[in-house]
């Protein structure tokens, strides 16, 4: 059963910083392609940034491009999204979504990042 936890959202001020983590069981971890996902109120939910099965091809939103970077560690099955200077529009519920053709699409419960003064 593929399992996919969230944590380290929370409450940050403009410019602030958060790890997003998300670990995963369940599935053959090196073969999905990792992702970040976001949802803000009454908006749908959009790709924030991905990562190959190995780690090297990852893409990002463009809004997000030289403040956010996503990583994996296929030991420790984890994918992780480091977000710099943050800025209100940021403000979203993340999800953790992994891909891989023996699975098809799994999505994690989302966690809560609030930027706000």
């Known amino acids: 059963q593929v399992r996919l936890v969230e944590s380290g959202g929370g409450l940050v001020q403009p410019g602030g910083s958060l790890r997003l983590s998300c670990a995963a069981s369940?599935?053959?971890?090196?073969?999905?392609?990792m992702s970040w996902y976001r949802q803000a109120p009454g908006q749908e939910r959009e790709l924030v940034a991905s990562?190959?099965?190995?780690?090297?091809?990852?893409q990002y939103k463009n809004s997000v491009k030289g403040r956010f970077t996503i990583s994996r560690d296929n030991f420790k099955n984890t994918v992780s999204l480091q977000m710099n200077s943050l800025k209100p529009e940021d403000t979203a519920v993340y999800y953790c979504?992994?891909?891989?053709?023996?699975?098809?699409?799994?999505w994690g419960q989302g966690t809560q990042v609030t930027v706000s003064s």
């Open positions: 979504q992994a891909f891989s053709i023996g699975t098809g699409v799994s």
């Open positions: 369940g599935f053959t971890f090196s073969d999905a392609t």
């Open positions: 990562v190959g099965n190995i780690g090297r091809n990852t």
